[in-house]
């Protein structure tokens, strides 16, 4: 098999690494495995145009992408328009995608993994046409993430500390809106402060990611019109994997829905694997059963503990 590696050379954890070394013990882990694997490393704003080519080249038989959520999520979205499998090196900062597949987080395992996995269908969703592997979001979220764009940080631990500072700012003025909700087995307008969409449902555990990936379903999830107080205490129940029961947040499982936001102002943000994007006035989200192709560890490699 002929496998070609996209790096994002900013990205994650990938930008403290002898990067010429690495990739180096990637060639020789796939040819120990029977591959051919061929690496290009690339800036940020390189990352886009280096997968689609990877992807569309000759001989190419999977897609094999490092960096953080945004080289993720693109790296997913071109495996689903072109067929590619797609392995995922988690290179991140929470690296959710990679956890839903129950890939090993040390970068040298997951090579591993990959050179002796085996191709499977999964789910992969859209909002209004955009592919995501994690979730979509509004309110909470995309303030979250809007804020933290500002501030400045250089390591893993930097990412984190500063989304906890980000969640501080946002909880002084909670976000609220009202949202039209079509599908699910209901329509409703309801007053909210933040709404997730995950590509399947997902658990309870602290970091919150799928429980699997082929359910045909999205996970919908609205908190309603919290005060700062009410918002702190939500924070803590994500963290602590309690937030199922916290009672402002309701949820349904369906393979589809409309959101319609009536008094969307310009400006407004969603935010969809970890990214910014406008807001726009309707959103249509929808499961695409199995029509991803990922490469996941063999059970042989999983008892292993690669």
């Known amino acids: 098999m ?18 010429d070394a690495f990739t180096a013990r990637a060639r020789d882990i796939f040819a120990d495995a029977g591959h051919e694997l061929d690496c290009v490393v690339v800036d940020g704003d390189g990352v886009a ?43 991140g900062t929470m690296n959710l995608f990679a956890r839903a597949l129950r ?17 499977h269908h999964i789910d992969i969703a859209t909002a209004n046409g955009r592919p995501f592997v994690h979730q979509f979001g509004v309110g909470i ?4 993430v809007r804020i933290r764009s500002h501030m400045v940080y250089g390591s893993r631990w930097g990412k984190m500390l500063a989304s906890l500072r980000a969640i501080g700012a946002a909880a002084v003025d909670p976000p609220r809106f009202e949202v039209e909700v079509y599908g699910g087995g209901a329509t ?16 309870n555990a602290p970091v919150p990611v799928a429980k699997s990936l082929d ?25 602590t994997g309690r937030w199922r029961d916290n009672a402002m947040v ?20 969603a935010v969809i694997d970890g990214e910014l994007i406008a807001l726009d006035p309707s959103v249509h989200l929808k499961i695409h059963h199995e029509a991803l192709k990922v490469i996941l560890p063999s059970a042989e490699t999983e008892n292993n503990g690669k």
Do not use: C, W
């Not at 994002?8 to 954890?13: E, H, L, P």
């Not at 993720?72 to 328009?81: H, P």
């Not at 890939?103 to 395992?109: C, I, S």
């Open 2 to 19: 002929r496998v070609k590696a996209v790096l994002n050379r900013g990205g994650g954890t990938l930008r403290t690494m002898d990067l």
């Open 49 to 91: 145009d280096a997968l689609r080519r990877a992807a569309t080249s000759d001989g190419t038989d999977a897609l094999l992408a490092g960096g953080g959520d945004g080289t993720i999520s693109s790296a997913a979205a071109t495996a689903f328009e072109t067929g590619v499998p797609l392995g995922i090196l988690p290179a």
């Open 103 to 119: 890939m090993p987080l040390d970068l040298d395992a997951a090579l591993h993994a990959i050179a002796h996995g085996q191709v």
């Open 141 to 144: 979220h995309a303030r979250l």
């Open 188 to 203: 409703s307008r309801r007053t909210v402060s933040g709404i997730a969409v995950s590509n399947n449902p997902l658990d």
């Open 215 to 239: 359910s045909g379903l999205l996970g919908v999830y609205l908190a309603s019109s919290v005060t700062t107080h009410e918002l702190f205490n939500l924070g803590i129940d994500v963290l």
């Open 250 to 269: 309701s949820e349904v499982e369906t393979p589809q829905l409309t959101l319609h936001f009536p008094k969307r102002r310009r400006g407004h943000h």
